[in-house]
């Protein structure tokens, strides 16, 4: 099983950066496929970004490619989400989410697919 705590969301003006961090205890972090997913109240919570085990692997959303980045350092257990250019309709609630079964290749992009998550940072930006 392993613990996930995120951090590094907050307030920003449209045009920003914001870095969210992801940090996990418990199993060997290098087990996991990692994602971060976002929510809006009254919507259903979606993918943003999912990093492979290894940091081959990665998957971007098309609403943020070219302005996130999603990596890993696995000896700090930690995932990190770089967000730039960041618009007001990226305000919601960012989670970090783990999978125990990874793919060999390739990432999961399913929530239902992940099995532990962390309590959500708020980001919020402002036009």
């Known amino acids: 099983q392993v613990q996930m705590v995120e951090s590094g969301g907050g307030l920003v003006q449209a045009g920003g950066s914001l870095r969210l961090s992801c940090a996990a205890s418990g199993r060997p972090f290098s087990d996991y496929a990692m994602a971060w997913f976002r929510q809006v109240p009254g919507k259903e919570r979606e993918i943003v970004a999912a990093?492979?085990?290894?940091?081959?692997?990665?998957y971007y959303t098309d609403s943020v490619k070219g302005r996130f980045t999603i990596s890993r350092d696995n000896a700090r257990y930690t995932v990190y989400l770089q967000m730039n250019s960041l618009k007001p309709e990226d305000t919601a609630v960012y989670y970090c989410?783990?999978?125990?079964?990874?793919?060999?290749?390739?990432?999961?992009?399913?929530?239902?697919?992940?099995?532990?998550w962390g309590q959500g940072t708020q980001v919020t930006v402002s036009s």
């Open positions: 990093i492979s085990w290894s940091g081959a692997k990665l």
């Open positions: 989410a783990a999978d125990e079964d990874p793919l060999a290749f390739g990432v999961k992009v399913d929530e239902a697919e992940y099995d532990y």
